[in-house]
């Protein structure tokens, strides 16, 4: 069973315009999320995170939103650019536990 | 630059052969992973070790191996390869666990494919 889920396989955005990409997951005993971005023919790299202690962290264009109560994250990217086309990973975990992954969004910035 | 290197890239193989994939990290990492891609899925644990001698079964851990005789090195072996193995597969270490300094450094993956 899926625990964490990123239902949007794909998304389409316009240059400069903000890209949002959601993620829900099932397991409350989750407390600590990622980001992370993948090229084709590369690893995953990791982008940002937030604690359950924060509704918000921001670095640069990305932002991460987390709604304990919904059980829901998202990554907003301001202002989107070309080069942030690729598939984005959600993951998420108990403290000092091994991640859970998404199944990932394809975001593609039109230029 | 520390690093974290993968080999082979690309392998072809046939039901029923043993197969090695070869891990190597230079971060000093004591945290190894091994994960498998698959459309649909996402990434998925196979197996991980927190340090030498440390092996542990991940949620898709069935028809795999792993070993760690030293920090650097986590090799997976497929004993028999089953066409279900077609998959794109990634190591990963970590300082820390989640919550901690939770940040994965993921090799750029092998490709394998199971006729």
């Known amino acids: 069973d899926q625990q964490v889920k990123q239902n949007s396989p794909s998304l389409s955005v316009q240059e400069g315009r903000i890209s949002i990409l959601n993620c829900d997951y099932t397991n409350s005993m989750f407390d600590y999320f990622l980001w992370y971005k993948k090229y084709p023919a590369e690893g995953p790299t990791f982008l940002i995170s937030?604690?359950?202690?924060?509704d918000k962290n921001e670095d640069g264009r990305f932002t991460v939103f987390l709604n304990k109560s919904a059980k829901h994250l998202s990554l907003h990217i301001v202002p989107s650019q070309p080069g942030d086309s690729a598939v984005y990973f959600c993951a998420a975990a108990p403290s000092a536990n091994n991640l859970f992954f998404g199944t990932g969004t394809r975001l593609t910035v039109i230029p | 630059d520390a690093e974290i290197t993968q080999s082979p890239r690309h392998k072809i193989t046939e039901t029923g052969r043993q197969v090695t994939l070869a891990c190597h990290q230079t971060w000093n990492h004591n945290n190894m992973f091994w994960y498998r891609q698959d459309l649909g899925h996402g990434l998925r644990l196979i197996h991980y070790?927190?340090?030498?001698?440390?092996?542990n079964k991940g949620e898709v851990s069935d028809g795999y191996s792993v070993s760690r005789s030293n920090t650097e090195d986590l090799p997976l072996t497929l004993e028999s390869a089953a066409s279900s193995q077609t998959s794109v597969y990634f190591c990963?270490?970590?300082?820390?666990?989640?919550?901690?300094?939770?940040?994965?450094?993921f090799g750029e993956g092998s490709r394998l494919t199971v006729l």
């Open positions: 990963a270490s970590s300082e820390g666990l989640a919550g901690t300094t939770g940040e994965l450094f």
């Open positions: 937030i604690s359950s202690i924060k």
């Open positions: 070790s927190y340090g030498v001698q440390d092996t």
